[in-house]
C-alpha cells in the first residue's frame, strides 16, 4: 500500500493536534515518504546472505594468493640458499689457496733460514778446529 502526499498531509495533521508541532515534524522526518524503500526483514536476510557468500569468495582469493605466496618465497630462499653456499664455496677455495700460499713462503723462509744457521753453524765449528 504506497502513501501519498494527501494521506501523510493527514497524518502530519493529527500529529500536530495530537502532540505539537515539533513533534509532528519529527515523526514526519522519521518517516520515508516512499515506503516501499524501507528495507523488510527477508531483504536484510538475503543482503546477509550475500555478503557471507562474498565474504567467503574472498577469503578464498586471499587464501589462493598468500598460498602463491608462500610458494613464491620457498623458491626465492631455495634460490638464494644455493646462491650462498655457491659464493662460500668459492670463497672457502680461494681461502685455501691463499693460505697455501702463505703457508708455501713461510716454509720456504724457515727452511732457508734453518740452511743458512746450519751453515753458520758448521762454518764456525770448521773455524774452532782450525783455530783450537
Known amino acids: 500500500m504506497a502513501i501519498d502526499e494527501a494521506a501523510r498531509l493527514h497524518l502530519y495533521e493529527l ?12 515523526l514526519m522526518n522519521a518517516i520515508p515518504p516512499d515506503l ?12 546477509g546472505s550475500d555478503l557471507r557468500s562474498e565474504m567467503a569468495d574472498l577469503r578464498g582469493e586471499l587464501r589462493s594468493e598468500m598460498a602463491d605466496l608462500r610458494g613464491e ?7 638464494l640458499r644455493g646462491e650462498l653456499r655457491s659464493e ?7 681461502l685455501r689457496s691463499e693460505i697455501q700460499k702463505a703457508a708455501g713462503s713461510t716454509i720456504r723462509t724457515i727452511v732457508l733460514s734453518m740452511v743458512a744457521s746450519n ?12 783455530l783450537g
Open 36 to 47: 516501499r524503500r524501507l528495507a523488510t526483514e527477508d531483504d536484510l536476510a538475503v543482503l
Open 88 to 94: 662460500m664455496a668459492d670463497l672457502r677455495g680461494e
Open 73 to 79: 618465497l620457498r623458491s626465492e630462499m631455495a634460490d
Open 15 to 26: 500529529a500536530r493536534s495530537t502532540w505539537d508541532a515539533r513533534a509532528a515534524d519529527t
Open 119 to 130: 751453515a753458520t753453524l758448521v762454518g764456525l765449528v770448521f773455524a774452532a778446529v782450525r
